[in-house]
Structures are given as C-alpha cells and as structure tokens.
C-alpha cells in the first residue's frame, strides 16, 4: 500500500539550495518537506568553499556562528604562472560586510541547515528516499512519487523544487530543456596534510602551460587539491599508476610531494569531477521550480556554485511564501517561478561568462598564448580599479546590490535582519 504525504511544497534534494530553501520557507511558517536520497551529508570533495556573499548570507540566517568552529578564512588568493607570481589580492583591502572567502567542510553546513529547520513544525527531512516520478494534476506538477524505508510514498504538493544537482533527475522527469556544454578538462581532487610553513590563509593556483593546479587550505590543517586532466583522461593516467599523480603534484607544488605520498597511496584517495556547465532556457513550469545546480550548473572556477545557489533559495523564499497565501495560490507561484529567474538569471550569466574566460585562460599552451596570459594576469594586478571591478564582480555581488538599492536582504522572521552597510550610492 503506498502511503501519502501532504504538504505546500517539496523539495527534492538536501544540499545547500534545498536546506537553505527549506529553512527559510519554515520560518515563514511554511509546510515543506525536502526528500534526501540519502541517509548522511558525508559529502567529500563538495561545495567546501563558500564565498563572502554567502558567508555574509549564512550570517544573516542565523547559521554562521553556529559552524565557525570548522571554518578556515581565506585571506588572499595568488596565482603563479610558470613559477612566479603574477596576481595576488588580499581580501582584507575590500570594504564589505564579510570580505573574506571561508572553507567548510559540506557535511557540518547541511547538518546546521537541518538542525534549524527542524526547530519549526512545518519542516520535515525524508532521508533515504528518492523521488521516482513526478505527480501531475492535468498540465501541472503536483507532488512525486518517491521510494523510501517504509516502502513506496506520494508527496502531494503545491509546488515542487528541484534542487537535486547538476545531474538532476527531476529536471529530466519534467522534460525541461537544457544544454551542456562540456569543457576540455576534468578534475581530480584531493586532500593532503598542510606543510610547514605554508600559509593556511592563502588560496593558490599555480599554472604550468596548459596544466593547472587548485590548493586550497582547510580544516583541519589540510590542503584540498585539484589537478586538471584532459576530459575524459582518467582511466588513461590511472593506468600510468598513482605515481603519475605525484608526478603532477611535484612539478605544481613541490611543498607537498612529501605529505601527497604519504596520504594519497591510490585512486581509491582522490575524487574525480567532470566539469560541465549548462544552460537551462527555463527554471520552472507550473507546479515545479529548478534551483542551483538544478537550474545553472557552473565549473569549480572561484567557488561560486555554493554561492549561487544559497542565493537562489534566498531570492526563491519570500516569492513562494507570499504566492502561497495568494487568492490563486496556482497562478501566483508560477508567477514566482518567473520572477525568480529573472531576479537571478543575470547574476548566473555573468558568473558563468567570467569562469568560462577563465577556463580558456587556463587551457593555453602555446609559448606565445602563455606569455599573454601571463602579461595580462600582470596588468589586472598593476592596477587596483581592474582588480576591485574583476575580484569584487565575482565575490561581492550580492553585498554590492544590497548596498546600492538601500534595502536590506529580505529574510524570514529568525535570521538576523541587517540593514546595508555603507552608502547606499557607493
């Protein structure tokens, strides 16, 4: 017998968009209800950097203090090409609420989303459950058919929101299209004991030719490494062995050689990401809204796809909150869907533009090619303007528009309601 569940909305994934959303939807004394298929957030290798707009968010929301104790801050960022410095910024030199980039870890944010949300009654997490179908009531999306521990359940809801990743599988049930575009570069990833000596509050990215590697400090006292490999090249350098992979790790960052022998002895020690972003025309129809990575899957580049989608739950929120206590509640959701991508979509495309020149950046191998990057990285460090309008168009977004419209980041009642910081003209 299939059991039912009832609810306003349901939202199918629990990583930061789903438990973001979910969490603010609760405090607005919303019904919802987030299907997890699986049963912990031991997520490795995911979503660890979170960008100042979205530690400035978490602050907001009431969440910030409650994970400091497993943040690591970044304070500068240095890229070296071909052995030398070429740019650096130190992030104490911009004037924002939260200036800095923070490392943590996946697991300890969604537990602290979860915990919140769990303190309202109108919240309620199913793990081990996955979604197998969608429900409809004529043209619309009303619920899903999930499987679960207890056997077979119906989530009737009025709205449905993919926040199920960048494979997501109710983006594909609903038959929205989208369009991937793969990049020349996978990445393999992994994690090794910081050094002596080696700062823990700068991110590097050190560059040789066409090979590029991302070293990331974390807790605890641990390096988070990331490699470029050509696409779909994996099974190729496993099969030269994990000496290979020391092999890379020696001619990007000697400092580490030592600890990367020590702690990766196999394949079975790193994680491999397929870099991809895509490009969906449109986030929602009726009775169903994509967010994150659901919505734009972006690459690794400066960390943004936490960042976006914390944002999208957001900007998503207050829209569904009020359309659900509307005459028609039906109309004024899909109404919410709309705005809710044109509120986002710019801020997405952007991102997108600028990690997309960065990747081409990266791929250069001609001796010629190399040498322009290298002179341009130069240029942008020289100049303080092209470094605050290129550094703060990717990291301060959010903080930026705040400050400019004057009004403060709509939250529900339970996070901390901040007015802007600064001038609002500025």
């Not at 974390?218 to 994996?234: A, C, E, Q």
């Given at each position: 017998m299939t059991a039912a569940l009832n609810t306003q909305v349901c939202v199918v994934g629990g990583g930061p968009a789903g438990l973001a959303l979910a969490l603010e939807l609760a405090r607005y004394s919303r019904e919802v209800v987030v299907v997890e298929q699986s049963g912990h957030f031991n997520r490795s290798f995911r979503g660890e950097s979170i960008s100042p707009d979205s530690v400035w968010m978490l602050d907001r929301l009431g969440i910030l203090d409650q994970v400091r104790h497993s943040t690591l801050r970044t304070e500068r960022m240095v890229i070296t090409d071909g052995g030398r410095d070429v740019l650096s910024s130190d992030f104490s030199a911009f004037d924002q609420p939260s200036p800095y980039p923070m490392e943590l870890p996946?697991?300890?944010?969604?537990?602290?989303?979860?915990?919140?949300?769990?303190?309202?009654?109108?919240?309620?997490?199913?793990?081990?459950?996955?979604?197998?179908?969608?429900?409809?009531?004529?043209?619309?999306?009303?619920?899903?058919?999930?499987?679960?521990?207890?056997?077979?359940?119906?989530?009737?809801?009025?709205?449905?929101?993919?926040?199920?990743?960048?494979?997501?599988?109710?983006?594909?049930?609903?038959?929205?299209?989208?369009?991937?575009?793969?990049?020349?570069?996978?990445?393999?990833?992994?994690?090794?004991?910081?050094?002596?000596?080696?700062?823990?509050?700068?991110?590097?990215?050190?560059?040789?030719?066409?090979?590029?590697?991302?070293?990331?400090?974390?807790?605890?006292?641990?390096?988070?490494?990331?490699?470029?490999?050509?696409?779909?090249?994996?099974?190729?350098?496993?099969?030269?062995?994990?000496?290979?992979?020391?092999?890379?790790?020696?001619?990007?960052?000697?400092e580490l050689s030592v600890g990367v022998r020590e702690s990766v002895k196999g394949w079975t020690d790193t994680s491999m990401l397929d870099i991809f972003t895509a490009v969906v025309p449109e986030w929602s129809m009726p009775g169903l809204v994509l967010i994150g990575d659901s919505a734009h899957t972006l690459t690794p580049v400066l960390g943004q796809g936490v960042n976006h989608a914390i944002v999208d739950a957001i900007t998503l929120a207050p829209l569904v909150s009020r359309a659900l206590l509307a005459r028609d509640p039906e109309t004024a959701l899909n109404e919410a869907g709309r705005a809710f991508q044109a509120a986002r979509e710019d801020s997405v495309s952007a991102a997108r533009r600028l990690q997309m020149r960065q990747e081409r950046a990266f791929e250069l191998s001609n001796p010629a090619a190399v040498l322009l990057r290298r002179a341009v990285y130069r240029l942008v460090n020289r100049s303080g303007f092209l470094k605050r309008a290129i550094v703060g168009g990717v990291y301060y977004q959010l903080q930026d528009s705040v400050r400019r419209s004057g009004r403060p980041l709509e939250l529900a009642p339970g996070g901390r309601r901040v007015e802007p910081v600064g001038d609002p003209k500025r």
């Open positions: 996946q697991p300890v944010l969604l537990e602290a989303l979860a915990a919140e949300a769990g303190l309202h009654p109108g919240f309620s997490l199913l793990r081990r459950t996955t979604a197998t179908a969608l429900r409809y009531e004529g043209d619309r999306v009303a619920g899903v058919t999930c499987s679960g521990p207890d056997g077979p359940l119906e989530i009737h809801a009025k709205l449905v929101v993919a926040a199920d990743g960048r494979f997501s599988k109710i983006r594909e049930m609903a038959g929205l299209r989208y369009d991937k575009i793969p990049l020349e570069r996978d990445f393999v990833w992994f994690k090794t004991p910081m050094p002596d000596g080696w700062d823990p509050h700068t991110l590097r990215v050190r560059i040789l030719g066409d090979r590029h590697g991302l070293f990331i400090p974390t807790v605890p006292d641990l390096i988070r490494v990331g490699f470029n490999i050509p696409k779909g090249g994996l099974r190729e350098l496993r099969k030269e062995g994990i000496g290979a992979l020391h092999q890379r790790i020696d001619e990007l960052a000697p």
